[in-house]
């Protein structure tokens, strides 16, 4: 009896290792085939961001002065933020924008912004076929880019521009994403003041600098010297990642010190207070990586007037935009 007892004892616990076992190996079989897809996939990232690497990288000794001038207003320029994103998707980018036919009638120009003093602008521009490239300071991210472009081109803003990260989102191995397609061709005339370029996942409110993802103080003390007014309750629309279209019109709309202020502060040196704001213990403030430029990424449906509460239903109901009075 005691001895059956074992051996029954010695079956469960023989089976249970097997099944421990074989739950283990095919753990591991599953571990290493999602290994081997992601290093192909890595690698593949890595070759496609190499291809050009050579032409594409200065030789140290040359100083790379490279600087195509703007010198007249066009109907329709695409502002690009570049730093390091791979060339075959931001050639993609600026092939597929070039490809909606909304634009296509109004012949956009390319102007890059290329905040990488090691890249080769010339390279860079024949690679993406660009119109325009210039070099810039790697300093205030994204936002910093978009205020240096408006400051010096205030007098010949075009008619609209897109102002968008070079690592954009919405797009796809097709081509534009559906949404982005859809603003562009379909949401977009002459009369859109500003447009969020960015999935409607990505529209929120704030109210008044705080949010449920983290709260920007310095939004309410922007709020009040653009506005001149306190920062009322109720919400305001706030659009992610800095993709959006704007016109000319509402970018005249607020004088030319106001973007010459904001980009002194996004520019600042690492000795500033404005580095000391606090985001979360994981983050530090860094000339290239300010706290203030996170606040602008912020602040764009607050500069060009489009900040009311609903823009997230207008943008799930297709009328993803305020208009010019024309
Ligand atoms: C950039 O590339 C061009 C063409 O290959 C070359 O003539 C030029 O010297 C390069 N410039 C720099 C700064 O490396
Ligand atoms: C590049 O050209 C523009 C004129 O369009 C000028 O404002 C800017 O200062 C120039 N940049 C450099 C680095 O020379
Ligand atoms: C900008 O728009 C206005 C009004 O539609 C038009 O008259 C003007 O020619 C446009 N500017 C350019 C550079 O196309
Ligand atoms: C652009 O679309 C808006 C909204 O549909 C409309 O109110 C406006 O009249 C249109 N403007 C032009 C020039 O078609
Ligand atoms: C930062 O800027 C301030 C004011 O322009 C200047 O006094 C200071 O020397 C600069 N610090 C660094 C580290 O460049």
């Known amino acids: 009896m005691k001895i059956k007892f074992q051996s029954t004892r010695l079956y469960l616990w023989h ?22 897809v992601n290093i192909t996939e890595w690698s593949n990232a890595f070759k496609s961001s190499t291809k ?86 790697n300093l205030g991210r994204e936002g910093g880019t978009y205020l240096y472009h408006i400051i010096n081109n205030y007098d010949i803003i075009a008619n609209h521009t897109i102002f968008s990260q070079a690592g954009v989102e919405g797009i796809t191995n097709r081509g534009l994403a559906d949404w982005y397609l859809d603003r562009l061709d379909k949401q977009f005339n002459s009369s859109v003041g500003y447009m ?31 506005e001149q007014s306190l920062c009322p309750p109720g919400g305001q629309a706030v659009a992610f990642r800095g993709q959006f279209l704007v016109s000319g019109k509402r970018i005249r709309d607020r004088p030319l010190k106001v973007y010459k202020y904001l980009y002194e502060l996004i520019t600042v040196n690492s000795s ?16 290239d990586n300010p706290i203030f430029g996170h606040t602008v990424e912020r602040i764009w449906t607050i500069l060009f007037k489009c900040f009311k509460n609903d823009l997230y239903d207008r943008c799930k109901r297709r009328e993803c935009a305020c208009f010019d009075e024309s």
């Open 15 to 36: 089976t249970f290792n097997m099944k421990k076992i074989i739950f283990v190996v095919s753990f591991l079989i599953i571990i290493s085939i999602e290994s081997i």
């Open 52 to 137: 050009y690497s050579e032409l594409l990288h200065s030789k140290s000794t040359e100083f790379n002065s490279y600087n195509d001038s703007i010198v007249l207003q066009t109907q329709f320029d695409i502002v690009l933020s570049y730093y390091s994103e791979d060339i075959d998707f931001v050639a993609q980018y600026i092939r597929s924008l070039r490809h909606v036919l909304t634009l296509k009638k109004l012949n956009p120009r390319i102007i890059v912004y290329n905040k990488n003093s090691k890249v080769n602008n010339s390279v860079l521009k024949l690679l993406l076929k660009a119109d325009i490239i210039q070099l810039l300071p």
């Open 196 to 226: 969020p370029l960015i999935n409607n996942n990505m529209i929120t409110n704030y109210d008044c600098g705080s949010h449920r993802t983290g709260h920007f103080p310095r939004m309410v003390q922007v709020w009040s010297m653009l």
């Open 272 to 287: 500033h207070w404005l580095h000391r704001d606090i985001r979360s213990i994981f983050y530090k403030s860094t000339p």
